[in-house]
Each structure stands twice: as structure tokens, then as C-alpha cells.
């Protein structure tokens, strides 16, 4: 079974459009996070949920809206899409049983989203 | 500030070979630092972390080097495999941060020659 699982895998749309990702995790894991990785690689968090709490927000624009229903799931909102939006975004998750200590992360499949 | 970046982009090795696989940091305040294997098509995964106050740990064919003096980062991969080839990314957690918040480097892309 697939520890941390993302739909769609591919997400081709047009500018403009509104399009939701999902996440779900059946580790038991207390956090959740999203992702972004560009063309070139990179990586940057861009949220983080505790037990359905925000505890990490980067400086993400605000059309990017984050909702945890219960802590098994991280769904990632994007509205109004921009070209600069197309990139890879991957969820993961953590058990954060050691606040001051590094709990891994186990990061999903990833979905990639295309913006025309 | 937070910086994490790597000496080489891609790195080539023949099969059977030892890789080594570097990474300079720019922030001296991070508490871990840790690798992640990107297979193509999945998601970064663990491969092995370091404390600040170690110098090297060992891992199953893996060995992290921390030299703190000159802020460099390594990532040694014995016996180097097929199955290997991925990017790899080093990643810190700067100290007073949220132990969750991440920062990764660019990533070194690593084939193998057979």
C-alpha cells in the first residue's frame, strides 16, 4: 500500500483555471506538508499542518490555499493558475514525536501540474 | 541566510565505483543535515541525516561527512549501482527553525556507467 499518495499524478489546465490537488497519508503521521519543485529542481516547502493546525507558511502567493481535513489529508487549492504555477508539488508527511529533533519525511509520488 | 547549495550538478561514475557527492552550506546555525535519493518520476527519499555536533555517520553502502569548519557536506555511496542513479539533494534544518521546515540544496544528478 502507498504510504503517502497524491491525485491526479499529471494536471494539464489553462491560465486562469481553479484546480485542487489531494493528498493522503495512512502512516498515522501528525504533519503534512507541500512542496514545489521547479524545472530546475528545486525543492521549497511551502506549508505545513499539525493535527489539522498551520504551522508553516512560506511566502506563497495567497491563491494558494492549503486545507487539511483531518490529519490523514492535505488538500493543496490553487486558484486563478499562472504560467509560473507548472512544476511538480509533492505532498509528505512526519510523525513529529521529537518537537526538537528531525522526524523523517516521506514524500509522495508527486503530481505534475502544466499550466497553458 | 539560508543557503544549501552543491559543487557539482552532475556526476558520473562507473559502475562498481565509490561516488562522492559534495554539498556547501552557507548557514553555520543548522542543527541536521540530511540527504534525500530522487529516483526520476517519485519523491525525494531518506537516505540518511547527520547531527551538528558529528562528524561522519555510517548508513547501510553510505557515509555522511560533516566538516563544520569549512561548511561542506558529503555523501559517499560505496560499491555505486544502477539502481543509484538519481538526484541526490542535501538538506538542513536551520537551528530555531520548526524542526519540520526543511531547506534543500539544488541537487547533483548521479549516473552510472556500466
Known amino acids: 500500500d502507498t504510504a503517502v499518495s497524491q491525485t491526479p499524478k499529471y494536471l494539464v489546465t489553462q491560465m486562469g483555471n481553479d484546480k485542487s490537488i489531494k493528498c493522503e497519508q495512512n502512516?498515522?503521521?501528525?504533519?503534512m506538508y507541500w512542496y514545489k519543485q521547479d524545472s530546475k529542481k528545486f525543492l521549497k516547502i511551502m506549508f505545513s499542518y499539525n493535527n489539522k493546525e498551520l504551522i508553516i507558511n512560506e511566502t506563497v502567493p495567497n491563491r494558494f490555499s492549503p486545507k487539511s481535513p483531518d490529519k490523514a489529508h492535505l488538500n493543496l487549492h490553487i486558484n486563478s493558475l499562472e504560467l509560473g504555477d507548472s512544476a511538480v508539488y509533492f505532498c509528505a508527511s512526519s510523525q513529529d514525536s521529537h518537537p526538537s529533533s528531525y522526524n523523517e519525511q516521506f514524500f509522495g509520488p508527486g503530481t505534475r501540474l502544466t499550466v497553458l | 541566510g539560508e543557503s544549501v547549495g552543491l559543487h557539482l550538478p552532475t556526476l558520473s561514475v562507473q559502475e562498481g565505483d565509490n561516488s562522492i557527492i559534495n554539498c556547501a552550506y552557507s548557514?553555520?546555525?543548522?542543527?541536521?543535515f540530511i540527504w534525500y535519493k530522487q529516483e526520476s518520476g517519485k519523491g525525494p527519499q531518506f537516505i540518511i541525516d547527520?547531527?551538528?555536533?558529528?562528524d561522519k555517520r555510517q548508513g547501510q553502502r553510505v557515509t555522511v561527512l560533516l566538516n563544520k569548519t569549512v561548511k561542506h557536506l558529503s555523501l559517499q555511496i560505496a560499491a555505486t549501482q544502477p539502481g543509484d542513479s538519481a538526484v541526490y539533494f542535501c538538506a538542513e534544518i536551520p537551528r530555531y527553525s520548526s524542526a519540520s521546515k526543511i531547506i534543500f540544496g539544488s541537487g547533483t544528478r548521479l549516473s552510472i556507467r556500466p
Open positions: 548557514n553555520s546555525a543548522s542543527d541536521y
Open positions: 502512516l498515522g503521521h501528525d504533519t
Open positions: 547527520i547531527r551538528s555536533n558529528m
